[in-house]
C-alpha cells in the first residue's frame, strides 16, 4: 500500500495542500488585523473628530462641565475607547475619562507615529504595561486657533479580542477547505491512478497468460496512449500465442506421425515381429500406469517402448531374418542392438531422453544382461519395464523357430524370472494389471501408431 502511486501522490498533494493552507493562514490573518486596526482606529479618529468641534464652543464658552461631559459620554457611547480627554495648549489635562488624570500636565509626542492626517489629526502607536495600542490625537481649532487637543485612547482588548475571533473564523474556514481538500485529494488520486492500477494488473495478467481482453482507456493523454499501446501489444501476443500453439499443436502431430513410421519401419522388417514395437508399448503401460506413473511419464515411457528396438535397423537381416541358432558372432552382433538404438536417438535432440530405456532394455535384474551388466534400481526404469513387456510380447508371439505360449503360460514364466532377469515388483505390477483389466487403456500416441 505504501509504495503505490496513489498513496505517494495521497501524500504529496496533502502535505502540499497543508503547507498552503498554513501560508494562506498567516497570510489571511495578517491582513484581517489591519483591517481591523484600520477599523477601530477609523472609529476612533470620527470620535475624536466630531468630539474635537463640540469641545470648541465649550472651550471658548468656559463650559468646563460641558467638556466633562463630552469626554464621559464619548468614552461611554464607544467600547472600542479605552479612554479619552481634552488638554489646552499647554498640554494640562482639562477633562478626562479617569478622573484622577485632571489637572496632569502630559508628555507630548509619546509613541511612535502612525498616521497623520490633513486635519491635523494624529495616530500614534504607543506602549502600555499591557502591550501595544494606539492613541488618537485631533486639534480643538476655532477660527483658525487652536484651543486645545481631544485624545482618544484605543480599546487594546476591544482591538486584541476582534483579532482573536477573526483568527478563529479563518482558522474554521481553513479547516473546512483542508477537509474537503483531502477528500478531493482522494478522489483525484483514485481517478487519476485508477488506469496505472489497471495497466499494472493487465501486465501482471498478460505474464501469467490470461489476459484476454483489452483494458479499457479513459483518456486520450499519455496514460490513454500507453493503455492502448498495452492493448495492441497484448492482442499481439495473444495472435502469437495462438499462433504458436497451432504450430506446437502441428509439430506434435508431424512428430507423432515420424515415430508411427519409424515404428512400423522398425517392426516391417521381420513379417514375425510386425507390430511388436506397438504391443510392447502397450504392455509397457498397463506396468506404468499399475505403478501410478503420471501422464507424462506414461508419454515418455510409451515412446520408449515404441523405439526399445530401433538399433535392430542397423542389424543385418542375414542376422536378424535367421531361421537357424546363431553363432557367437551373430549372437554379438545382435546383441549390439541396444547401444546401436542409443546411438542413433543420441543424434537427435528431442529423442536424447529416451536413449537410457533404449540403451539397458536387455540389463537383467541379477546383473546378467547386456549391454553394461547392471543390476537392480540401477537399471532405469522405463528400460526395467520395457524388458518385461518386450519378453512378455515375444514369448506369446509365434517364432520361425517355436510356437508362441499362452498368455497364462507367460505370465508363469514372468514370475520365474522375477528377481533374476525382471525387477520383482514390475513382474508383479503386471500380473496384477493383466488379472484386474486384461487388456490396458489406450494412450493417445498408441492409439495412432497401432
Ligand atoms: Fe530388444
Do not use: W
Given at each position: 500500500?505504501?509504495?503505490?502511486?496513489?498513496?505517494?501522490?495521497?501524500?504529496?498533494?496533502?502535505?502540499?495542500?497543508?503547507?498552503?493552507?498554513?501560508?494562506?493562514?498567516?497570510?489571511?490573518?495578517?491582513?484581517?488585523?489591519?483591517?481591523?486596526?484600520?477599523?477601530?482606529?477609523?472609529?476612533?479618529?470620527?470620535?475624536?473628530?466630531?468630539?474635537?468641534?463640540?469641545?470648541?464652543?465649550?472651550?471658548?464658552?468656559?463650559?468646563?462641565?460641558?467638556?466633562?461631559?463630552?469626554?464621559?459620554?464619548?468614552?461611554?457611547?464607544?467600547?472600542?475607547?479605552?479612554?479619552?480627554?481634552?488638554?489646552?495648549?499647554?498640554?494640562?489635562?482639562?477633562?478626562?475619562?479617569?478622573?484622577?488624570?485632571?489637572?496632569?500636565?502630559?508628555?507630548?509626542?509619546?509613541?511612535?507615529?502612525?498616521?497623520?492626517?490633513?486635519?491635523?489629526?494624529?495616530?500614534?502607536?504607543?506602549?502600555?504595561?499591557?502591550?501595544?495600542?494606539?492613541?488618537?490625537?485631533?486639534?480643538?481649532?476655532?477660527?483658525?486657533?487652536?484651543?486645545?487637543?481631544?485624545?482618544?485612547?484605543?480599546?487594546?482588548?476591544?482591538?486584541?479580542?476582534?483579532?482573536?475571533?477573526?483568527?478563529?473564523?479563518?482558522?474554521?474556514?481553513?479547516?473546512?477547505?483542508?477537509?474537503?481538500?483531502?477528500?478531493?485529494?482522494?478522489?483525484?488520486?483514485?481517478?487519476?491512478?485508477?488506469?496505472?492500477?489497471?495497466?499494472?494488473?493487465?501486465?501482471?495478467?498478460?505474464?501469467?497468460?490470461?489476459?484476454?481482453?483489452?483494458?479499457?482507456?479513459?483518456?486520450?493523454?499519455?496514460?490513454?496512449?500507453?493503455?492502448?499501446?498495452?492493448?495492441?501489444?497484448?492482442?499481439?501476443?495473444?495472435?502469437?500465442?495462438?499462433?504458436?500453439?497451432?504450430?506446437?499443436?502441428?509439430?506434435?502431430?508431424?512428430?507423432?506421425?515420424?515415430?508411427?513410421?519409424?515404428?512400423?519401419?522398425?517392426?516391417?522388417?521381420?513379417?514375425?515381429?510386425?507390430?511388436?514395437?506397438?504391443?510392447?508399448?502397450?504392455h509397457?503401460?498397463m506396468i506404468?500406469?499399475e505403478?501410478?506413473?503420471?501422464?507424462?511419464?506414461?508419454?515418455?515411457?510409451?515412446?520408449?517402448?515404441?523405439?526399445?528396438?530401433?538399433?535392430?535397423?542397423?542389424?543385418?537381416?542375414?542376422?536378424?531374418?535367421?531361421?537357424?541358432?546363431?553363432?557367437?558372432?551373430?549372437?554379438?552382433?545382435?546383441?549390439?542392438?541396444?547401444?546401436?538404438?542409443?546411438?542413433?536417438?543420441?543424434?537427435?535432440?528431442?529423442?536424447?531422453?529416451?536413449?537410457?530405456?533404449?540403451?539397458?532394455?536387455?540389463?537383467?535384474?541379477?546383473?546378467?544382461?547386456?549391454?553394461?551388466?547392471?543390476?537392480?534400481?540401477?537399471?532405469?526404469?522405463?528400460?526395467?519395464?520395457?524388458?518385461i513387456?518386450?519378453?512378455y510380447?515375444?514369448?506369446?508371439?509365434?517364432?520361425?523357430?517355436?510356437?508362441?505360449?499362452?498368455k497364462e503360460?507367460a505370465c508363469?514364466?514372468l514370475?520365474?524370472?522375477?528377481?533374476?532377469?525382471?525387477?520383482?515388483?514390475?513382474v508383479k505390477a503386471f500380473l496384477r494389471a493383466v488379472k484386474d483389466r486384461g487388456q490396458p487403456?489406450?494412450?493417445?500416441?498408441?492409439?495412432?501408431?497401432?
Amino acid at each position: 500500500m505504501f509504495r503505490t502511486i496513489r498513496f505517494k501522490l495521497t501524500v504529496f498533494v496533502f502535505l502540499l495542500l497543508i503547507f498552503t493552507t498554513f501560508v494562506s493562514f498567516l497570510a489571511t490573518v495578517k491582513i484581517s488585523n489591519r483591517v481591523i486596526l484600520n477599523e477601530i482606529i477609523k472609529r476612533a479618529e470620527s470620535l475624536c473628530k466630531s468630539s474635537a468641534a463640540g469641545a470648541a464652543y465649550s472651550l471658548i464658552s468656559g463650559d468646563a462641565l460641558g467638556i466633562d461631559h463630552l469626554v464621559f459620554k464619548g468614552k461611554e457611547s464607544n467600547r472600542d475607547v479605552e479612554y479619552m480627554a481634552v488638554i489646552d495648549t499647554k498640554m494640562s489635562v482639562m477633562a478626562h475619562s479617569d478622573i484622577r488624570k485632571r489637572g496632569e500636565i502630559l508628555k507630548g509626542n509619546e509613541g511612535n507615529l502612525f498616521k497623520k492626517n490633513g486635519d491635523g489629526t494624529i495616530v500614534r502607536e504607543i506602549s502600555l504595561s499591557s502591550g501595544k495600542s494606539f492613541e488618537v490625537s485631533t486639534p480643538i481649532v476655532f477660527k483658525n486657533k487652536v484651543l486645545g487637543t481631544v485624545i482618544v485612547g484605543v480599546n487594546q482588548s476591544v482591538l486584541l479580542e476582534a483579532q482573536r475571533l477573526a483568527r478563529h473564523r479563518i482558522l474554521v474556514i481553513l479547516t473546512v477547505i483542508l477537509f474537503v481538500g483531502l477528500i478531493g485529494i482522494l478522489g483525484l488520486s483514485l481517478f487519476i491512478t485508477r488506469p496505472i492500477r489497471e495497466l499494472s494488473a493487465g501486465v501482471a495478467d498478460l505474464k501469467e497468460g490470461k489476459r484476454t481482453r483489452p483494458l479499457k482507456v479513459y483518456s486520450k493523454d499519455e496514460l490513454g496512449k500507453l493503455t492502448e499501446s498495452f492493448n495492441e501489444m497484448s492482442a499481439l501476443i495473444t495472435n502469437q500465442k495462438r499462433d504458436l500453439s497451432r504450430y506446437t499443436q502441428e509439430l506434435e502431430e508431424a512428430y507423432t506421425s515420424i515415430l508411427r513410421i519409424l515404428a512400423t519401419a522398425i517392426d516391417a522388417r521381420d513379417s514375425y515381429t510386425l507390430g511388436h514395437s506397438a504391443r510392447v508399448a502397450l504392455h509397457s503401460l498397463m506396468i506404468g500406469q499399475e505403478i501410478g506413473l503420471k501422464e507424462n511419464e506414461l508419454e515418455e515411457l510409451e515412446i520408449a517402448s515404441l523405439f526399445h528396438d530401433v538399433g535392430k535397423l542397423k542389424t543385418p537381416d542375414a542376422i536378424l531374418f535367421k531361421n537357424r541358432s546363431l553363432n557367437s558372432m551373430e549372437y554379438d552382433e545382435m546383441r549390439h542392438h541396444p547401444e546401436d538404438g542409443a546411438e542413433i536417438l543420441n543424434k537427435v535432440k528431442p529423442l536424447q531422453k529416451y536413449v537410457e530405456p533404449v540403451k539397458h532394455h536387455h540389463e537383467y535384474y541379477n546383473g546378467k544382461g547386456y549391454p553394461d551388466g547392471l543390476n537392480g534400481d540401477d537399471i532405469p526404469l522405463y528400460a526395467a519395464i520395457i524388458s518385461i513387456a518386450d519378453t512378455y510380447d515375444a514369448m506369446t508371439s509365434t517364432r520361425p523357430y517355436r510356437k508362441a505360449l499362452s498368455k497364462e503360460e507367460a505370465c508363469r514364466e514372468l514370475e520365474k524370472g522375477a528377481g533374476k532377469q525382471f525387477h520383482p515388483e514390475l513382474v508383479k505390477a503386471f500380473l496384477r494389471a493383466v488379472k484386474d483389466r486384461g487388456q490396458p487403456s489406450f494412450h493417445p500416441y498408441l492409439a495412432k501408431v497401432i
